[in-house]
DNA sequence: AAGATGACTAACT
DNA sequence: AAGTTAGCCATCT
């Protein structure tokens, strides 16, 4: 069966796509580590490139990942910047003047707050 | 077909 | 600390 030597755009994003869908409420992620639990590693561009793809009907929880500084990687006088800190935000993800700390909201942190509280 | 672009990142200066 | 460089690679001109 040959159909096409590429395979459509979502067949390549589902992997990242199932991972964003992972992250917790209240979480962040930076893309590169997206890419990495995607089997991707070193490829955090391909992650915004998915995200950005999606279908909407897919809802994501693309708002959870943010750059590896911990900032949003939108224009912060942009729309996309404010809906994005404002969903994070309405799910208890604080932001230090623009930045995020990775140690409390990362992963492990994020973790921790759930099981010890804040 | 070759060059530019981008929801990135880590390593250098 | 801030700017540059190099690596990344699917898409778009």
Do not use: C
């Not at 979480?27 to 998915?50: F, I, K």
């Not at 995200?51 to 943010?66: D, E, M, T, Y």
């Not at 729309?79 to 994070?88: C, D, G, P, V």
């Amino acid at each position: 069966m040959s159909e096409k030597t590429t395979a459509p755009e979502e067949d390549r994003y589902q992997r990242v796509w199932e991972v964003v869908e992972g992250i917790p409420t209240g979480a962040v992620l930076n893309y590169g580590e997206v890419a990495r639990l995607a089997g991707y590693p070193g490829r955090a561009r391909m992650v915004g490139r998915a995200l950005g793809r999606a279908p909407r009907s897919r809802k994501l929880p693309w708002h959870r990942v943010v750059n590896a500084q911990g900032m949003l990687s939108f224009p912060a006088d942009s729309e996309k910047y404010r809906t994005q800190r404002r969903l994070l935000e309405a799910e208890g993800v604080e932001f230090d003047g623009e930045v995020i700390d990775l140690e409390r909201f990362g992963p492990e942190g994020a973790l921790d707050r759930i099981l010890w509280g804040p």
